[in-house]
């Protein structure tokens, strides 16, 4: 079955940095484009990124452009959310989610856990 | 970008009624909406894509119809475990977008 288990959350900084993890299986990797999608506390789903299956496209919000960077290695099954110049309004908690392929369109079905990022002094 | 507006924001309905959510994009997106239910402190789940297919595991009682930019989710006996919020979500174009979701309570 497919699982998606997010890990590298915790307490950080303004203005540091932070990477997030997304390992992966029950599904064949390299086929399938990835996104990070987030909730503040309290709040609704705000997508955050997205990367083809190749790597070879990325796509970001306006909110994290030129600070957060998506990645993966298909080499190891994982996907990654590199986060620089973090703020407060970047506390919450960061779904890894998996695209699916229907009439020629990519939807997202299957979502990891989650990890919470809560950005503090 | 595409704006996703979802009404109510939140109900109160009674175990078996029918219940109606409505999601309306802010310009054409053809059938690239999907649905999602989440419950307190778990992950999102998939429930419908393409505006009204079923995700495969779903219990028919939720179905989705709709295309263009008025959608609508159904639930055609509602149940104690059917307590939720529901968020909808455009796919046709990044960034993707979703409602505001709709938090369903039971009477």
């Known amino acids: 079955q497919v699982q998606l288990v997010e890990s590298g959350g915790g307490v950080v900084q303004p203005g540091r940095s932070l990477r997030l993890s997304c390992a992966a299986s029950g599904f064949t990797f390299t086929s399938y484009g990835l996104h990070w999608v987030r909730q503040a506390p309290g709040k609704g789903l705000e997508w955050v990124a997205g990367i083809s299956h190749d790597g070879g496209n990325k796509y970001y919000a306006d909110s994290v452009k030129g600070r957060f960077t998506i990645s993966r290695d298909n080499s190891k099954n994982t996907l990654y959310l590199q986060m620089n110049s973090l703020r407060a309004e970047d506390t919450a908690v960061y779904y890894c989610v998996k695209d699916n392929y229907y009439d020629s369109s990519a939807y997202q079905d299957y979502w990891g856990q989650g990890t919470l990022v809560t950005v503090s002094s | 970008d595409i704006q996703m507006t979802q009404s109510p924001s939140s109900l109160s309905a009674s175990v078996g009624d029918r219940v109606t959510i409505t999601c309306r994009a802010s310009?054409?997106?053809?059938?690239?909406l999907a649905w999602f239910q989440q419950k307190p402190g778990k992950a999102p789940k998939s429930l419908i894509y393409?505006?009204?297919s079923l995700q495969s595991g779903v219990p028919s009682k939720f179905s989705g119809s709709g295309s263009g930019t008025d959608f609508t989710l159904t639930i055609s006996s509602l149940q104690a475990e059917d307590s939720a919020t529901y968020y909808c979500?455009?796919?046709?174009?990044?960034?993707?977008?979703f409602g505001g979701g709709t938090k369903v309570e039971i009477k």
């Open positions: 393409a505006a009204s």
């Open positions: 979500q455009q796919y046709k174009s990044y960034p993707l977008t």
């Open positions: 310009q054409g997106i053809s059938k690239y």
